[in-house]
């Protein structure tokens, strides 16, 4: 016979702060896809991918996918590098053990009684004991829409051009039947797939 948790004891571990290991949803994320449900339904992502659903048919103008972009995107890219700094490293941007946490305020927490201020992710909700549990991977984007409606929205918004020249976040667009690979000097690339 398994152990299955209730979601009575999920709920209540979830609010325990005595809890070592956190659950871990959000662990392993490494891509966001905009694009039309059925693009994906049929593939195992192993919950490491946010998923948007969008039809650019029904967006000729680019005013949906540009909210989508300046909103759960950037929010998908946040998320992807508190985990990217946090464990690349946890001594300086994450947050250390979280059996000596102290929380502050509710918008940082202390290391036992020390004074330094620490915002990042505890080491376990990164790892295992044996091994990580998050792969420290820059968020991949993948976009089903026309370059020129994503090229406009980029060059709309310094943010987002920003994250994507600095190399902070890597985009690809499914246009036509074909991929094309945004580059950190703003240029399409085009992505040959191996034959089967």
């Known amino acids: 016979v398994v152990n299955v948790p209730t979601l009575t004891d999920l709920l209540r571990r979830a609010a325990d702060w005595s809890e070592v290991r956190p659950e871990?949803?959000?662990?392993?994320?490494a891509a966001f896809v905009i694009a039309p449900r059925e693009s994906t339904r049929e593939i195992d992502l192993d919950a490491r991918t946010f998923l948007h659903s969008y039809d650019h048919e029904n967006d000729p103008e680019g005013i949906v996918l540009e909210n989508?972009?300046?909103?759960?995107?950037?929010?998908?890219?946040?998320?992807?590098?508190q985990y990217y700094a946090s464990t690349v490293d946890n001594h300086h941007f994450g947050s250390?053990?979280?059996?000596?946490?102290?929380?502050?305020?509710?918008?940082g927490i202390l290391s036992g009684n020390g004074g330094d201020l620490m915002t990042g992710l505890p080491w376990q909700s990164l790892h295992t004991g044996s091994g990580f549990q998050h792969k420290p991977l820059?968020?991949?984007v993948v976009i089903a829409a026309p370059r020129k409606v994503i090229e406009k929205i980029i060059s709309k918004h310094q943010s987002i051009a920003n994250l994507l020249s600095g190399g902070w976040m890597h985009l690809i667009s499914l246009d036509e039947q074909q991929q094309f690979q945004y580059s950190t000097d703003g240029n399409w690339k085009k992505i040959e797939l191996p034959q089967r």
Not at 24 to 29: F, I, K, P
Not at 71 to 77: L, T
Not at 96 to 107: D, S
Request: charged share 5%.
């Open 138 to 140: 820059r968020l991949q």
């Open 24 to 29: 871990w949803g959000l662990a392993g994320n």
């Open 96 to 107: 250390g053990n979280k059996t000596l946490h102290n929380v502050v305020g509710g918008f």
């Open 68 to 81: 989508i972009m300046t909103a759960p995107m950037i929010v998908a890219h946040w998320i992807n590098m």
